[in-house]
């Protein structure tokens, strides 16, 4: 190869090197240019509150969200992620739905059985100290309580959420609070549903007709409520979903109870006392929020679809009842479109939910209690997606304010009284009184006997009665019928084996309707003139007659020994002092008693007495 064509192939390589070079050098200029402009990108993906432009290898730019737009968008979801969002609250519901046999109470909580307190049943307990109370659970920091339970509190499973109930209407204790007894002042129209409060009894006794007729004895209902609602609706978070939380703090925060209307905390409408405590969730550092929204018994969701944090939230709602007879406390058929809880024709529960106010019954007016399937239930009025549901608790029947009586006034705890003379017992009223139903409620004044002003409470230590039920105000274990219902799936033989041993044991609650008898009771009053004296031969009391007036009803001429029955009767003559005497029967006809010519009266007794 000659000189010259080797220095060309030289030259012509010298330059392909340059061009190459040259090329590299454009190349590494690009890619400069793209780092440069993928730094700036990856500042603007740590600042900018939208996107930020990269460039890939070729140089063609793409966005990326910024990690501000993806925090944004992940806050969307779900803002605290340790919070459970609905999903996995609904997720939750599903499977205590899979595990227990339906809504109801897991654990019954611990009790207390003492001399001043009564348990019901496990779990519910009354007190004989203290007015209208009746008790689930004991105090978290009880050291006491006995019963099965694992846990102290009560706890309940309602359409698969589960609810802690504590410290309700109490810093310690779940106290549910009852109504009044009734006073007679009450009327209830069972042509319309009204019930009337009067100025006072007289006037209540005096607007009484076929159909209105004054509450002398009813039966309270206990339920626990419950129902979903976003927490920014009242701006208020309660602990444990509890509206009725009666503790001044929680978790080391101070809590309010002047947050929302009372109505709200009520137990019913006749309560204007409850208010529960709560926290201004807007107030709330994020610490404090915090330990709401990490404490899953406060029940605490985001619901992404609404942007919205929710709180299942619950109260305990005591209906008073207009009388004494309930239908449909715990189940009503599939179809049904009868109430869920109703007293009498009229007089249905009325839900609550998140409302501030409500009254506890009334006409069907699209706002009570169903679960008909030909019912609309989807109104959304009571809680959040239309939830809003009841389990019942007990039923209590109640005495009343009443001077006792046991023919006119059997649920008094009353005893009579006139002002400044004396006071009176059922059987030893003045012989110049006596006494109607009205009479048992209507308050005594100099003239006239009535009932005394203070009597019958436990705070007075003084009642008419002389059985174990001696307070209006006092809630007696035997007053309660326990509506709770378990929870857990139950073994029907392990069942019936322990509610064979209940009955064997005695220890078995029930309750029963009294039979249907004819009345045959009456009262009649012979008024002594002078001494009686005791025929002891003939085991007779014989004494001349001031007055007398007997019921010809029972058997008794007033002119003549009584008239022949057809049953045997048995008779009881009750002393000016008090003492009872059993007469004696004569067999099938009542001839024990009777008149000795014009004023002279005979008695036949049972046993040997010589004073009445």
């Not at 509450?215 to 206990?222: G, N, W």
């Not at 709560?278 to 029940?299: D, I, Q, T």
Request: aromatic share 10%; charged share 20%; with cysteine.
């Amino acid at each position: 190869m000659s000189t010259a064509q080797i220095l060309a192939d030289a030259v012509s390589a010298l330059n392909n090197v340059a061009t190459s070079h040259e090329q590299l050098n454009a190349t590494m200029t690009a890619q400069q240019d793209v780092v440069e402009a993928n730094f700036k990108a990856l500042q603007d993906f740590a600042t900018h509150p939208d996107t930020a432009t990269f460039k890939d290898k070729n140089g063609t730019s793409f966005p990326v969200k910024s990690l501000r737009k993806l925090a944004a968008d992940a806050e969307a979801v779900n803002p605290n992620p340790h919070v459970m969002s609905k999903a996995e609250f609904d997720a939750l519901r599903e499977l205590r739905k899979s595990q227990y046999a339906g809504s109801g109470f897991v654990e019954w909580g611990k009790h207390i059985s003492t001399p001043i307190y009564q348990h019901v049943n496990e779990g519910l307990w009354t007190w004989l100290n203290k007015s209208n109370s009746l008790t689930l659970g004991v105090a978290d920091t009880d050291l006491g309580g006995v019963g099965i339970s694992l846990s102290k509190r009560s706890s309940v499973v309602v359409d698969g959420i589960e609810l802690s109930l504590s410290k309700v209407g109490s810093s310690d204790y779940v106290m549910i609070t009852l109504p009044d007894a009734p006073r007679g002042t009450k009327t209830y129209d069972s042509a319309t549903g009204v019930v009337a409060e009067h100025a006072s009894a007289e006037v209540a006794f005096a607007s009484e007709t076929a159909t209105n007729k004054v509450i002398l004895s009813r039966k309270d209902f206990v339920f626990l409520e419950v129902w979903p609602e976003k927490i920014t609706d009242k701006d208020v978070v309660y602990p444990l979903g509890n509206v009725q939380f009666g503790a001044t703090t929680w978790q080391g925060m101070s809590l309010l109870n002047t947050l929302v209307e009372q109505g709200y905390s009520a137990f019913g409408e006749w309560d204007s006392n409850t208010k529960g405590y709560g926290s201004r969730w807007s107030s709330l550092s994020v610490a404090n929020r915090n330990k709401f929204l990490g404490n899953p018994a406060n029940n605490i969701y985001f619901d992404a679809e609404l942007g919205e944090y929710v709180q299942v939230r619950y109260r305990v709602r005591v209906v008073e009842g207009v009388g004494d007879m309930w239908s449909g406390l715990n189940l009503v058929a599939k179809g049904s479109d009868s109430g869920i809880f109703n007293v009498v024709w009229r007089s249905y529960l009325k839900l609550q939910g998140k409302l501030l106010n409500q009254t506890d019954f009334g006409e069907d007016l699209g706002d009570v209690g169903y679960i008909g399937d030909n019912r609309n239930k989807d109104r959304g009025t009571f809680g959040l997606r239309t939830r809003c549901q009841g389990i019942p608790i007990a039923l209590v029947q109640r005495l009343n304010q009443g001077a006792y009586h046991p023919e006119f006034n059997p649920f008094g705890c009353n005893k009579f009284t006139q002002t400044n003379v004396a006071n009176y017992d059922w059987y030893n009223l003045p012989q110049s009184f006596v006494p109607t139903v009205a009479d048992c409620f209507i308050p005594a004044t100099a003239s006239k006997v009535g009932k005394h002003p203070t009597f019958g409470a436990v705070a007075s230590n003084f009642t008419g009665r002389h059985d174990n039920f001696k307070f209006h105000d006092v809630i007696y274990a035997g007053q309660v019928e326990d509506l709770r219902l378990s929870a857990k799936k139950l073994n029907k033989e392990n069942l019936l084996s322990e509610q064979i041993y209940k009955g064997l044991s005695g220890s078995a609650r029930g309750k029963e309707t009294l039979p249907f008898t004819k009345s045959a009771w009456s009262i009649g009053k012979v008024k002594k003139s002078g001494t009686a004296t005791y025929n002891s031969a003939d085991k007779r009391i014989q004494f001349n007659c001031a007055d007398s007036t007997w019921p010809t009803s029972f058997g008794v001429n007033t002119t003549d020994k009584l008239v022949p029955l057809s049953k045997a009767l048995k008779t009881h003559v009750i002393g000016s002092n008090g003492n009872v005497f059993t007469i004696k029967g004569g067999g099938t006809h009542y001839d024990d008693l009777y008149r000795d010519g014009a004023n002279g009266f005979y008695l036949e007794l049972d046993e040997p007495c010589n004073r009445i």
